[in-house]
């Protein structure tokens, strides 16, 4: 049990000390959020107003581009693992008297805590946005990206710990990880689809974490909302009638998270 | 007193025997080789011996320890440096090695202590705070000895601890692994495939195609060759071949316009050439001790360079990277 605890806190260790003096990342992981947030933003607004009464399409898009820049963070964590197998690093690291499981927690632990910090980082464009925040909400964010981002990071070290190359490893990410996204509901609301893509969002864990954060956002002027069906419905997750609450929301992440972080470690463990 | 104990050791890839019931014991501090061209096993048995690998067969001890049950015991017993570069390039000299320092549970009293200490051992205590990647191949070699000296481990792992570097480098590193032996009471276990290194063992294993082939101190490796080379040039080579075989009873080979036979000692045999004299007439004549390689050669039929390596051999190589 020392063994996967220490193995857990140097890993993670490293891979804060990797970041922090890796300042490029900081900013190029908010890339490609910040461009979907501004010209999706700019082009829809105005066409689609309003999804619900007092959310326009920038403020529904918001939660969901937070949770995009978490999952692209927490990904790496699998990147980590393929780039220090192909330097070697991963070695040392193995041959240490560590546990695998440990090594892997380690991974996602940290990447998850630079995720998160990421995630947290873009609240600073919620008056921009038109969101206010409360000082609850921000508590609240917390438990849900570290659900969010230790969820992701086992999915990418899952799929890491099968591969040999960064390129490889790229390839496989992006093809796994744009329909994430936009099946996650971070462009448009996964409720009022036709029924095979509905059914595909709702086997994707991303739409269960942007529904949380969207919950937490818009929590208020959901409520306000009166819809003749009751609850959030034009832009909540509906699974056979029934309307996830953000706490819920946060369940069905974790258990995701858990099936793949375990199918993760294993993997990881066998291949080494 | 013995510190790694191997018995009918064997690993299989598949259909490849990689290695096949290796058994041998290492003294506590010696230096003890390993030496086979590549693609002979060398890799996969340290492998094996640092909990790597499973094997397929056998049974191994490293400093009391069993390398399949006790394998945290094994890991903390040992310091390991790879043939490829193992260091966190973006990271300094002090910050690879304090993540070993954690890896690997160095009291936080000593902890900073043995930094400086084992820095200061391999010269680069100037060089602390530089990422790694600023470093020459020489120096990332030194800090991964060093790094793997730093929890104070029984035995030492050397995988081809000079490949690639330069040859003054090279001498350097050896300097470096005789003082680290004095200092830190060391066993050294190393594989390599360059024979002037494997001079600098208490003991070798020549290994060969999974197998060890044979296990002694260098010298009696080089007396099995059945003793020192002599190259004589006459001026009739012929005529001196016949005089020789007469003579002296040795069987000349002539090579290259030069006769090249071995006596049991080299010493002893020009003075008496001297003193029996000799009819033909002699223009040069030279006598060495063997070297591993002639013991090699002698062994297994083949040179050890790498670009003599067979079919199979490539064969063998590539199957065991791809693992």
Known sequence: MEEVYRGMWVVAYRELLRFIQERARLFSSFGMPLIFLIIFGAGFNRIIGNLTPGVNYIQFMYPGIIAMTVLMNSVFSGLSVVWDREFGFLREVLVAPLSRGGIVLGKAAGNAAIAIVQGFILLVLAPVVGVTLTARMVAEMLPVLIVLSLSLSGLGILVASRMRSQ??????????????????????????????????????????GVDAIRQLFLGGSLASMSSPVGGNTAIGVTIFGHTMTMWQDIVVVAIFGAVLMIAGMMSFSRQE | ??????????????????????????????????????????????????????????????????????????????????????????????????????????????????????????????????????????????????????????????????????????????????????????????????????????????????????????????????????????????????????????????????????????????????????????????????????????LTGRAIREQEAGNMDMIRQMMMRRR
């Open chain 2, 1 to 298: 007193m013995t510190i790694i104990e191997v018995q009918e050791l064997s690993k299989k890839f598949g259909q490849l025997v990689a290695v096949e019931k290796v058994t041998f014991q290492v003294d506590e501090g010696e230096i003890f080789g390993f030496l086979g061209p590549n693609g002979a096993g060398k890799t996969t048995t340290i492998n094996m011996l640092c909990t790597l690998l499973r094997p397929s067969g056998g049974r191994a001890k490293v400093n009391g320890y069993d390398i399949v049950r006790q394998r945290s015991q094994v890991r903390h017993s040992i310091g390991l440096v790879f043939q490829d570069p193992t260091l966190d390039e973006y990271l300094s000299a002090e910050q690879n090695l304090r993540f070993h320092a954690y890896a690997y549970n160095v009291p936080k009293q000593s902890r900073e202590k043995r930094i400086g200490e084992i820095l200061e051992l391999v010269e680069l205590s100037d060089r602390r705070r530089s990422k790694v990647h600023t470093f020459s191949g020489g120096m990332k070699r030194r800090l991964e000895i060093a790094r793997g000296l730093l929890h104070s481990p029984r035995v030492l792992f050397l995988d081809e601890p000079t490949l690639g570097l330069d040859p003054q480098t090279r001498r350097h590193i050896w300097d470096y692994i005789q003082a680290l032996r004095k200092q830190e009471k060391l066993t050294i276990f190393l594989t390599t495939h360059y024979m002037d290194e494997a001079e600098n063992c208490d003991r070798i294993a020549v290994i060969d195609r999974g197998r060890i082939v044979a296990l002694d101190t260098p010298n009696k490796l080089k007396d099995g060759v059945g003793g020192d080379m002599v190259t004589l040039k006459a001026e009739d080579n012929e005529t001196a071949s016949a005089e020789l075989k007469e003579k002296y009873h040795v069987t000349p080979i002539i090579q290259n316009g030069m006769i090249n036979f071995t006596v049991p000692h080299g010493e002893t045999f020009l003075p008496e050439l001297m003193m029996r004299g000799f009819n033909t007439r002699l223009l040069a004549i030279s006598v060495r001790r063997p070297t591993l390689d002639d013991v090699f050669l002698k």
């Open chain 1, 167 to 208: 390129q490889g490893f790229q390839l496989v990410i992006q093809i796994l990880i744009f329909p994430m996204i936009f099946l996650g509901g971070v462009f448009f609301p996964v409720n009022n689809v036709p029924t095979w893509l509905s059914v595909l969002s709702k086997i994707d864990p991303v739409t269960y």
